[in-house]
């Protein structure tokens, strides 16, 4: 039996996600529409709620209604019109009881469009409380389909509603009154032959906001609506969102609703006395500030010792395929490439994780729009709405999901100019790389007044990075980018308590994605690394006797790839080969190679062919950075044992005895990768945005030498201030 | 010029009149219920004075002074 196909549509923040987590089960595909960026999640009804037969569910984006003036709401609009693929045989829409006044819009545009409908009827404990109880037979009177009272949190009525989903091609929907209504209200502009009724007032509406592109309206539908003047286009999508609003006071009345009660905010009662405290103008602020700082603290201090507990397991893994293989080639691709390389990226799940999870809880709990709200001011200065601020934000914890998050900025310029100020945000792959250089360069017991000097530098990079995001912002919106602010139109939905499952699967499907990218690029690059790192041996390496080694080993100079780095290897001098580190067997290696060719342009930014080597392994992720170095010095201390990297850079000693890591050192290397944009990930999904490489490109050329300038500034004015 | 709702007093009420001119901003303000008969309360002010958050068909929507400015109300 084919499935029964059910699109899931609603307001934002109705409980839509529960919902669909509760008819999952939370067993889902997560998944792109074709062409655009908005995120789709489908899934099977679980087999517990017993369907009738099976059904799939698809839940659409969150949209206040279906006219196309963002991605979202032309998205939702393409699929419930059949313009991606069949149309779904029965669209189940969520409505807030407590917010029947503004839900019903998207309602009455569904209605319009005529697909098999089925409401969820959620939240009727809050409209109760608020002592607007809605009669959900008095509503499905009233609109002509079957109305279910569901509770998301708790699951109640779900059974019901799949029932009635199940059953709906069995029920015949009579034309209701209000559909035939809404049908036949005549058009200031009528539709023209060859154009259905719902397309055309969806095209009209695209045409008063400027959106045809995002309704991907064609040549005919262009010039039919080009037959009309603009203000007479602009006036009949005007016209029609006014008539569905007399629709849906006309519902209200139907069931039972007075004007006086249309005007009340039942829900937002409760909130209203949060935000008392919560946008006051000097306790708002406070507490945004603190919200923020307590996240990136927490981050620093509760993943601390999950990354230990993995470095520990990683170390102990390693040991046990060492003793239980033995020395050898094969060996050391097992535990130098292979689980060094996993272990260096599972290390940052944890602040990962613990960051979408703070940040999805504020999302859920409503905190977030508050932000924006709060925000817009700043965000309005640089050009941008406060909204932006929300990817801006997620931004510190990776750049790629806070891209995607830019769909709902509707200006494509000011979507453009917000992507290019994403990368600058310190993503939590940064993270690591500062957690490393701190923890390995500067004194945990230093102190200034309470606080480390560790944590006051993390957290002025965190500073430094968010001007630069802001700053850059400036620039891009008055230069090429140039337009108008855009308008602001933000909903502040009533608070609610975020639903500890709803977050976590969140939080899940964020994580389980970066470690799949761990799975293939970074780990891939890691061992792609340590082959360049290893080959080809010194001729007297140490295990150069080793029956294995001696199997790979044949002459070192026909181990060059050929045309990928012979030139490099050739062109360096044999005596800067043998001038330092004459021990490391890394540095016979064509890695070894690159990176001594690349000294010269390191030096003024205090860094050497080490960090070369982990520059240039960063491109494919900022991660690979730190799995670099730890292949460049697990091999060079040719240590079976993972001692944390950490140690290593603090012990590192150059020939003459001192300290190869410096403080300073590692400050402009973090300076570096402050602003450098060292993600292959990222580029590729802003080149995918922004469909044309011009951008990524631009993205790259600006962001790298903003880093390569300002780690030279820093280190060139340290060491004349008598730092080393 | 007539009234608007970027001049109404904190905690004070106003009938929606007509939303001005054309593009995606006015047919969105229609869209979130800013509709001709509507009633409107100023609910809050942001702590720099701007964006204003506004009670409209029982939902809480903040807009910046400039778009409230695009929606000619009557005082109540």
Known sequence: MTPLRVALAGNPNVGKTSLFNELTGARHKVGNYAGVTVETRAGAVVPRLSPARPITVLDLPGTYSLTPIAEDEAVAFRCLAGAEGDP????????????????LYLAVQLLELGRPLVVALNMMDVAAEAGMPVD?????????????????RTGEGIARLVEALGSIEHVPQAISPLRARLLADDDALPAPPGIGAARWRWLVSAAAAGTLELAGATAEERAALAAHPAADVTAAAHARVIARYREVDALLAEIGFTAAQRERAPAMSRSAAIDRVLTHRVWGLLIFVGVMATIFSSIFTWAEPLMGAIESLIGWLSEQVAAALGPGVFTDLLTQGVLAGAGNVLVFVPQIALLFLLLGVLEDSGYMARAAFLVDRLMA??????????PLLSGYACAIPAILGTRTITDPRDRLATILMIPFMSCSARLPIYVLFISALFPADDRVGPFTVGSLMLVGFYALSTVSALAAGAIWKRTALRGPTPPFVLELPPYRLPRLRNTLLHVYDRTADFVRQAGTVILSVTVVLWVLLSFPRPPDAPDGGRAVAEAVQVDPAAHVPEGMSQGAAAHVPEDMLQATDEDSPIIHSI???????????LQPMGQ???MGIAILGSFAAREVMISTLGLVYGIEADDENQTPLREKLREAREPDGSRRHTPLKGLAAMIFFVYACQCMSTLAVVRRETRSWKWPLVMFATMSALAYGLAVLVYQVGRALGYT | MAFNLAQLELGARARVTLVGGAGPLALRLLEMGFTPGTVVVLVKRAPFGDPLELQVRGCHVSLRKAEAARIEAVRL
């Open chain 1, 88 to 103: 779904p045989d029965v669209v189940a829409l969520v409505l807030d009881a407590a917010n029947l006044a503004r839900n």
């Open chain 1, 136 to 152: 959900p037979a008095a509503l499905a009177r009233a609109l002509g389909v079957p109305v279910v009272p569901t509770v998301a």
């Open chain 1, 381 to 390: 200065r640089v050009g941008l709405h406060g909204r932006a601020f929300v």
């Open chain 1, 591 to 601: 890695g070894g190679r690159i990176g001594k060719a690349m000294e010269p342009v």
């Open chain 1, 608 to 610: 050497d062919f080490r």
